[in-house]
Each structure stands twice: as structure tokens, then as C-alpha cells.
């Protein structure tokens, strides 16, 4: 009995003084919910753009009312969606992820549609607007892989033995990442 608890003392001990990865766990936990964060200021961004944007084609575009109601509707979607930083689960992030690429579609055919009008293609605030959802969409690429980062040195940590034991102990489970989008993997075909 004697032997069992000095041995169960020098365990707790030997946990003790390595702190048993509580607090990097906890570090790195936080730094996936600041990335997050970033990740939702930028498609923030580019929800707060979305309007201007429609209003500017809209005075131009009477025919593309389809697809400006479209691109309208996907952004109520998109905006719906959110996700609570303490809940960054696989499938929450694909959730999440999933409006939002409905909602970069539904830009990029009203873009594609803009090009039938050569006096909305010239109008400067349009290409004002078309340069800074450019940079937005750059910027959402560059945040993206910032969270998928973090969330993959937060997962190999929680993952790793012995770690595991204690990220089981105190709650710590695997977080979701993004993932390229359904075709993506194909170059897209360009016809003239």
C-alpha cells in the first residue's frame, strides 16, 4: 500500500512539474480562436462589401436581376452562418465553409456577367469595388491558412502522446480546418 502511494505521488509529481501541457494547450487553443476571429473579420469584410457592390451594378445591369438577387441572397446566407469560436468542430467549420463558397459563386457570376457591360466595366466605382473584393478575397486565402495552420499545431499537440491523456482529461478535442473546394483540384477550362 505504502509502495502504491509513493509511486501515485511521484506520478503526480512528475505531472506536476511538467505542467502535463495544460497551459500549451490552452495557448494554443487561443491562438486558433484568434485566427478565427480574423477569419471572420474578413468574410465580414467582404459581407460589408457585397451591397455597394450590387447597388453598383444594379443602376447598370437592369438584365442581371436574377443574378444580383442571387448573389443577394447567398450573402443573407453566408451571414447566417456563424460559429462560435468555443465550438470550431470538423463539422462546423464545413458548415461555415460551405456558404461561404455558395457565396463566392454566386460573385463570381455576377462578375462574369458584368462583362456584357462595357459602361458598368468602366465605371469607377465599380472597378473601385471589383479591386477591393479582390483584395478581401486575397485577404480571406491569406487568414484561412493562418487558422488551418494554428488549427494543425493545436490538433497535433492535443493529438500527441502524452498530451492526449491530458487534453482528454480537460476537454480538449480536435478542431476543424477548411478545405479546398468541390473542384478545385481541376484547372478551369478558358474558352474564347
Same mark, same amino acid.
Given at each position: 500500500?505504502?509502495?502504491?502511494?509513493?509511486?501515485?505521488?511521484?506520478?503526480?509529481?512528475?505531472?506536476?512539474?511538467?505542467?502535463?501541457?495544460?497551459?500549451?494547450?490552452?495557448?494554443?487553443?487561443?491562438?486558433?480562436?484568434?485566427?478565427?476571429?480574423?477569419?471572420? %473579420?474578413?468574410? *465580414?469584410?467582404? !459581407?460589408?462589401?457585397?451591397?455597394?457592390?450590387?447597388?453598383? /451594378?444594379? $443602376?447598370?445591369?437592369?438584365?442581371?436581376?436574377?443574378?444580383?438577387?442571387?448573389? /443577394?441572397?447567398?450573402?443573407?446566407?453566408?451571414?447566417?452562418?456563424? /460559429? %462560435?469560436?468555443?465550438?470550431?468542430?470538423?463539422?462546423?467549420?464545413?458548415?461555415?465553409? *460551405?456558404?461561404?463558397?455558395?457565396?463566392? *459563386?454566386?460573385?463570381?457570376?455576377?462578375?462574369?456577367?458584368?462583362?456584357?457591360? @462595357?459602361?458598368?466595366?468602366?465605371?469607377?466605382?465599380?472597378?473601385?469595388?471589383?479591386?477591393?473584393?479582390? $483584395?478581401?478575397?486575397?485577404?480571406?486565402?491569406?487568414?484561412?491558412?493562418?487558422?488551418?495552420?494554428?488549427? *494543425?499545431?493545436?490538433?497535433?499537440?492535443?493529438?500527441?502522446?502524452?498530451?492526449?491523456?491530458? !487534453?482528454?482529461?480537460? $476537454?480538449?478535442? !480536435?478542431? $476543424?480546418?477548411?478545405?479546398?473546394?468541390?473542384? !478545385?483540384?481541376?484547372? @478551369?477550362?478558358?474558352?474564347?
Amino acid at each position: 500500500m505504502k509502495r502504491l502511494l509513493i509511486a501515485m505521488l511521484g506520478l503526480f509529481a512528475a505531472l506536476s512539474f511538467s505542467s502535463c501541457g495544460y497551459n500549451t494547450m490552452v495557448s494554443k487553443d487561443e491562438n486558433v480562436k484568434a485566427k478565427w476571429a480574423q477569419v471572420e %473579420n474578413v468574410y *465580414q469584410r467582404r !459581407a460589408d462589401l457585397i451591397p455597394n457592390l450590387v447597388s453598383t /451594378v444594379k $443602376g447598370a445591369a437592369q438584365h442581371e436581376q436574377g443574378t444580383l438577387t442571387a448573389v /443577394v441572397e447567398a450573402r443573407a446566407e453566408a451571414t447566417k452562418v456563424t /460559429v %462560435n469560436a468555443d465550438n470550431l468542430s470538423p463539422e462546423a467549420v464545413a458548415e461555415f465553409q *460551405q456558404k461561404q463558397d455558395n457565396l463566392s *459563386q454566386s460573385i463570381g457570376r455576377l462578375l462574369v456577367s458584368v462583362e456584357a457591360y @462595357p459602361d458598368l466595366k468602366a465605371n469607377a466605382n465599380f472597378q473601385e469595388l471589383q479591386a477591393q473584393l479582390e $483584395g478581401t478575397e486575397n485577404r480571406i486565402s491569406v487568414e484561412r491558412k493562418a487558422f488551418n495552420d494554428a488549427v *494543425q499545431d493545436y490538433n497535433t499537440t492535443v493529438r500527441s502522446f502524452p498530451n492526449n491523456i491530458m !487534453a482528454g482529461i480537460f $476537454g480538449f478535442k !480536435a478542431k $476543424g480546418t477548411f478545405q479546398a473546394a468541390a473542384g !478545385a483540384d481541376k484547372a @478551369p477550362t478558358v474558352q474564347f
